[in-house]
């Protein structure tokens, strides 16, 4: 299984980002799929999960301005970013679980928000 994921960058403070992750090879069935970040001397922390059924999952602090959005049909996973603070740099990793319970993490993508 490969997770590719595209998006990240500078930015800003208050500017937007939107991240992508396209999932290939033998997924077999998604359970759900997501995005993590880690930023420099931090543990890697949850940012958004969304279901197979749609259901989101948020961190506290990146609700209300991020969204994350799925196309079950062609397996990819995005991450609207809005309203971007500093303290949101870190690379971003997406991740793919299936239904059989393997977990599955992409290569990562920078986002540095900084003037």
């Known amino acids: 299984v490969q997770l590719v994921e595209s998006g990240g960058g500078l930015v800003q403070p208050g500017g937007s980002l939107r991240l992508s992750c396209a999932a290939s090879g033998s997924i077999f069935s998604i359970n759900t799929m997501g995005w993590y970040r880690q930023a420099p001397g931090k543990q890697r922390e949850m940012v958004a999960v969304?279901?197979?059924?749609?259901?989101?999952t948020y961190a506290d602090s990146v609700k209300g301005r991020f969204t994350i959005s799925r196309d079950n049909a062609k397996n990819t996973v995005h991450l609207q970013m809005n309203s971007l603070k500093p303290e949101d740099t870190a690379v971003y990793y997406c991740n793919l679980r299936n239904t059989l319970g393997n977990v599955y993490w992409g290569q990562g993508t920078q986002v540095t928000v900084s003037l």
């Open positions: 969304i279901t197979s059924g749609g259901t989101t």
